[in-house]
């Protein structure tokens, strides 16, 4: 994988702000689990490569989200023990959306969960 150019003034900080959100974003999915959190990490790694090399660094060595990310960059991979935790959540989360949300809106979360369930069996586990 070739090196990635980091961004400079206030560009960085754009990627890096994103990059905060992705990560918030996929922390409160281990809570939420209508929110997958291994998509949320992947884009929060790309965006601290592009807008800071430290908190790329600290990604990586995370000892949660560090081997989930290593192993997206260098095989495309998402262990399978993610995917199943994935998968579960996702499904009861949808089961209780279409229960308690209001008419137009139940559907919703149900496709957005579909697609990335479909997404997610299509990348290989190992």
């Given at each position: 994988?070739?090196?990635?150019?980091?961004?400079?003034?206030?560009?960085?900080?754009?990627w890096?702000?994103?990059?905060?959100?992705?990560?918030?974003?996929?922390?409160?999915?281990?809570?939420?689990?209508?929110?997958?959190?291994?998509?949320?990490?992947?884009?929060?790694?790309?965006?601290?490569?592009?807008?800071?090399?430290?908190?790329?660094?600290?990604?990586?060595?995370?000892?949660?989200?560090?081997?989930?990310?290593?192993?997206?960059?260098?095989?495309?991979?998402?262990?399978?023990?993610?995917?199943?935790l994935?998968?579960?959540?996702?499904?009861?989360s949808?089961?209780?959306?279409?229960?308690?949300?209001?008419?137009?809106?139940?559907?919703?979360?149900?496709?957005?969960?579909?697609?990335?369930?479909?997404?997610?069996?299509?990348?290989?586990?190992?």
């Amino acid at each position: 994988m070739p090196p990635t150019r980091v961004a400079r003034g206030w560009l960085a900080r754009l990627w890096i702000a994103a990059g905060f959100v992705a990560l918030v974003t996929g922390i409160i999915g281990i809570f939420l689990p209508v929110l997958p959190t291994t998509p949320f990490v992947l884009v929060a790694a790309y965006c601290f490569a592009r807008g800071s090399p430290r908190w790329e660094r600290w990604l990586l060595r995370h000892p949660r989200f560090g081997p989930m990310v290593r192993a997206w960059r260098a095989r495309r991979v998402v262990p399978l023990r993610a995917k199943q935790l994935a998968w579960v959540t996702m499904a009861a989360s949808c089961a209780w959306t279409l229960w308690k949300l209001p008419d137009p809106w139940r559907w919703l979360p149900s496709i957005v969960c579909g697609l990335t369930a479909i997404w997610l069996y299509r990348l290989p586990s190992r």
